[in-house]
T-cell receptor, first 114, second 110 residues
Framework: DGGITQSPKYLFRKEGQNVTLSCEQN?????MYWYRQDPGQGLRLIYY???????QKGDIAEGYSVSREKKESFPLTVTSAQKNPTAFYLC?????????????FGPGTRLTVT | LAKTTQPISMDSYEGQEVNITCSHN???????ITWYQQFPSQGPRFIIQ???TKVTNEVASLFIPADRKSSTLSLPRVSLSDTAVYYC???????????FGAGTRLTVKP
């Protein structure tokens, strides 16, 4: 089955530690995205990549980093510089620009930092 | 980027038609209108997208008036499983930009 996988579903870390969230897709999509969602709010864009080896900052990139070495993979690192990292993180992909193409979302990773 | 405004919440009963209206007064010529559905602790799911007039698929219809300053998502004969948050997004095609607002929380009652 084609789709997007995110792992793990739940992640717990101590404050001050970097943590990497995995996102893999087998849809052959060029574009991939990372969003953050806080309780009761909509999604906010962290980073996006329209092609391998290229990515751009979204609205809330501070404290996060990404890489896009393979078309299928777009890992997100939450660094210790991110002041409020506890949130629900969602990865998505699309064939083309997200404004005109359907985004396919993964199941999400819920990160808790204490 | 056009701002969208939609009701915070709506209630309905099983079997009824539900219409959720989204206002986007500053929509630009290149912008498309897209709706997503999200269940708790899951990623959003694409419902429908349109540019003008009416679009219909197997789950919903999208009505867009000629001035495109608003749009209405219509869900026919809702069931309990349609309880979710529905997001209206307007995409800036030129800059590949679109924003998720807080959405409309639809509760379907038996």
């Amino acid at each position: 089955d084609g789709g997007i996988t995110q792992s793990p579903k739940y992640l717990f870390r101590k404050e001050g530690q970097n943590v990497t969230l995995s996102c893999e897709q087998n849809l052959n999509h060029d574009a991939m995205y990372w969003y953050r969602q806080d309780p009761g709010q909509g999604l906010r864009l962290i980073y996006y990549s329209q092609i391998v080896n290229d990515f751009q900052k979204g609205d809330i990139a501070e404290g996060y980093s990404v890489s896009r070495e393979k078309k299928e993979s777009f890992p997100l690192t939450v660094t210790s510089a991110q002041k409020n990292p506890t949130a629900f993180y969602l990865c998505a992909s699309s064939t083309g620009p997200r404004t005109t193409y359907e985004q396919y979302f993964g199941p999400g990773t819920r990160l808790t930092v204490t | 980027l056009a701002k969208t405004t939609q009701p915070i919440s709506m209630d309905s009963y099983e079997g009824q038609e539900v219409n959720i209206t989204c206002s986007h007064n500053n929509i630009a010529t290149n912008d498309y209108i897209t709706w997503y559905q999200q269940f708790p602790s899951q990623g959003p799911r694409f419902i429908i997208q349109g540019y003008k007039t009416k679009v219909t698929n197997e789950v919903a219809s999208l009505f867009i008036p000629a001035d495109r300053k608003s749009s209405t998502l219509s869900l026919p004969r809702v069931s309990l499983s349609d309880t979710a948050v529905y997001y209206c997004l307007v995409g800036d095609g030129e800059n590949n930009d679109m924003r998720f607002g807080a959405g409309t929380r639809l509760t379907v009652k038996p």
